[in-house]
Structure formats: C-alpha cells, structure tokens
C-alpha cells in the first residue's frame, strides 16, 4: 500500500473529505450506520439538525449528504486508477457543529491506497460491488426498514451526485488521456454495470436516472421543502408541476 500524497488530499477536499475528526453528536463511524437501533437515533439528530418535518425527510437528506463520500471513492479510481481503504470500521462522517447548513465531512482514519495490477476492468468491477452493494444497498434498506422512505428516491439521491462527478470529470479534462477512462467508468456505473453490482437488483438501479445529458429535472422530490429551508431545490419536480 502506498500514501496518498498532500496534493491529492487537496484534491478530494472538494467532494467534503477530510482528516479531521470532531466531537459532534452528528459524528458516526460508518459501519454503525448498518445498525438498525443507532441508525434510528441518527436519524433523529439529523432531522433536529435541518429542521425535517419526520424522519423521511431525515433518511433522504442523509443520503444526499452521504453521496459525496461515493464521489470520492469513486474520483480516486476514475481519475488516478487508485482505489482507497473500504473498511467502514475505519471512515467517519463527520460534523462540524458551528458551520449551517449541514454538510459532513468524510474521514478516513487509513490515507492509502492500491491500485490495480493487470485486468482494470475486472479491478473496477470489484470495487463498484463493494462500494454499493456490500455497503450502500444495506444502508439504503436499513433507511427504508425504519422510515418506509422509497428507495426510488435514495437511488435518486446518489445518482444526482454519480452524474454530477462525473460530468464535472469530463469537462475538466477535455484534452487529456485520461477523459476516455473516465468517461468508460461514467458509462459502466450508470448503464452497463450488471444489477447485482448495486446489491439485491436485477437491473442497474441508477440507470432508470440517467438521461444520457445535463439533467433538467429530477423525477422524484428528495423533500428538501420539508425541512427549515423551505426551499425546492432548482431541479425538483415539483417546481415544474406548478
């Protein structure tokens, strides 16, 4: 395993990682996230935090925020071919109690990494299984078990961030060699990627989201109207139903 370098720690700063921990109620080692008893306390934290009306409110604006912790992993391995250290015993979604509006930060207590040494396909394949069906897909029904929330509008709520990442990539790196891999990987994990990458699924379950551009409108509503902001957000469905 090698280290990941300060400049490429900079780097991932921008999709909210980190290497501080703080002492905020809001802090929780990943991992604990999967346990049903401490994920519904969680829950109420969060929606005491923004102001939700319940705790649907609560499991969809936890998913947006957890979203940017995909975006990293998934950054390192498209745009450097590295892949970081998976153990949720060893990542943290932290808080910082005096900043609002309520964004975490990811930190990784590990800050290596490995990367692939013959067959990338076969490397990326594994780590896209790893990443959402051993992890986020339990998380994704531990939030439906307690809330009853659709998993339509969690799946959602990740693939605004997955599209977003990689869009960003492609026009950021118009001119260099590594666009084709980037936009490789873009195509895999929204499209060709098997169902059962993703966890208990016989199609891919971000592809239904993906319109093949710049989206214009989601098709479900992640209920940030119901919480202390009030405010729809500029792509909600809603907006355009009035």
């Not at 090698?2 to 905020?24: G, V, W």
């Not at 975006?71 to 609002?100: C, G, H």
Request: proline share 3%.
């Amino acid at each position: 395993m090698m280290n990941l370098s300060e400049d490429e720690i900079k780097q991932l700063e921008r999709f909210r990682f980190s290497n501080k921990r703080t002492m905020s109620p809001l802090s929780i080692r990943l991992d604990r996230l999967h346990d049903e008893r401490e994920l519904a306390i969680y829950l109420q934290r969060v929606q005491q935090k923004i102001g939700a009306r319940n705790q649907v409110v609560s499991a969809s604006i936890l998913m947006k925020r957890y979203s940017f912790f995909i975006a990293i992993v998934l950054y390192a391995m498209s745009v450097w071919n590295k892949r970081l250290p998976l153990s949720f015993r060893q990542i943290w979604m932290e808080t910082d109690n005096e900043l609002t509006p309520w964004i975490p930060t990811f930190c990784f207590e590990s800050l290596t990494y490995t990367t692939f040494s013959e067959n990338r396909d076969k490397w990326r394949t594994q780590i896209i299984e790893q990443l959402f069906a051993e992890h986020l897909a339990l998380f994704i029904g531990q939030l439906r078990k307690i809330t009853n929330i659709s998993p339509l509008i969690l799946w959602e709520n990740v693939s605004i961030y997955v599209i977003w990442l990689y869009e960003t990539l492609l026009e950021e790196n118009q001119v260099c060699d590594v666009r084709r891999q980037i936009y490789d990987d873009f195509l895999f994990i929204v499209q060709k990627a098997d169902g059962k990458l993703f966890g208990p699924y016989s199609e891919n379950p971000l592809y239904r989201f993906w319109k093949g551009e710049s989206r214009t409108r989601r098709t479900t509503c992640c209920l940030f109207y119901q919480t202390a902001k009030q405010a729809h957000c500029k792509t909600c469905p809603i907006r355009y139903m009035k």
